[in-house]
């Protein structure tokens, strides 16, 4: 599986859009770009996935890059409920055999209010 | 609720038991995963099954780890001998197959079982 690079850490303002990158300079055609986040004592959730066009849902929008090298996770307002550690990950999507997820250490996300 | 659970959520054995944990996944899920988390890390694939079958086994998967899933519904993890590098949260997580998903098995994780081997 590809390799992601993410921030360590990142700080945000509530009520303030927040912008998590991530570099997969290495991501091959087939990869899916996933986002999970862990919230504090509790197990990751599906934040939101895309292949190459920009995805927007109820929690957040995904914006690739035209080259797929990067991605940013956009929060367009931040809430002290979204203090979490976002991972990164890519995926190979072998026509609907697709299995393991490979986290990262992901960015730590610390919202101030 | 209706989502995955685990248990136990904490379990402190001594070094050399052997501990089991129980996983019961989304009703309708066939495909089950196992994670292990250490502090500070992400989590890590240990093993996963779709329905009963053992599809796919990590190397971080030692011989003293066994994972059943004996009816497609709910699984245990067991490690024999517990050593105190085994102390991690673990966890689980169910999907649909990506078919009835719309082509994309998002997984839905537990909140772990934290074993602390003393």
């Known amino acids: 599986d590809a390799k992601t690079t993410q921030p360590n850490s990142m700080e945000s303002n509530e009520e303030e859009p927040v912008h998590l990158p991530c570099n997969h300079s290495?991501?091959?055609?087939?990869?899916?770009i996933h986002w999970y986040r862990q919230l504090p004592s509790q197990g990751p959730e599906y934040v939101i996935h895309g292949l190459t066009s920009n995805v927007n849902n109820r929690m957040a929008s995904l914006a690739i890059a035209e080259d797929r090298k990067s991605s940013t996770l956009i929060l367009h307002r931040a809430t002290l409920r979204d203090a979490a550690v976002y991972y990164c990950?890519?995926?190979?999507?072998?026509?609907?055999?697709?299995?393991?997820?490979?986290f990262g250490t992901g960015t730590l996300l610390a919202v101030q209010p | 609720d209706t989502g995955v659970s685990q248990d136990p959520r904490h379990k402190i054995t001594k070094r050399g038991q052997n501990v089991t944990f129980r996983c019961d996944p989304i009703s309708e899920h066939n495909r089950l995963y196992w994670y292990r988390q250490t502090l500070g890390q992400g989590p890590e694939f240990l093993t996963y099954?779709?329905?009963?079958?053992?599809?796919?086994k990590s190397r971080l998967l030692s011989d003293r780890f066994s994972a059943e899933r004996p009816k497609g519904s709910f699984s245990t993890l067991e490690i024999q001998r517990t050593e105190q590098g085994d102390s991690a949260m673990y966890l689980c997580?169910?999907?649909?197959?990506?078919?009835?998903?719309?082509?994309?098995?998002?997984?839905?994780f537990g909140p772990g079982t934290r074993l602390t081997v003393l």
């Open positions: 290495t991501i091959s055609g087939t990869d899916y």
């Open positions: 997580a169910s999907s649909f197959p990506p078919r009835l998903a719309g082509g994309y098995n998002e997984q839905f």
């Open positions: 099954f779709q329905n009963e079958a053992q599809l796919e």
């Open positions: 990950i890519l995926r190979v999507s072998y026509g609907g055999a697709t299995n393991k997820l490979i």
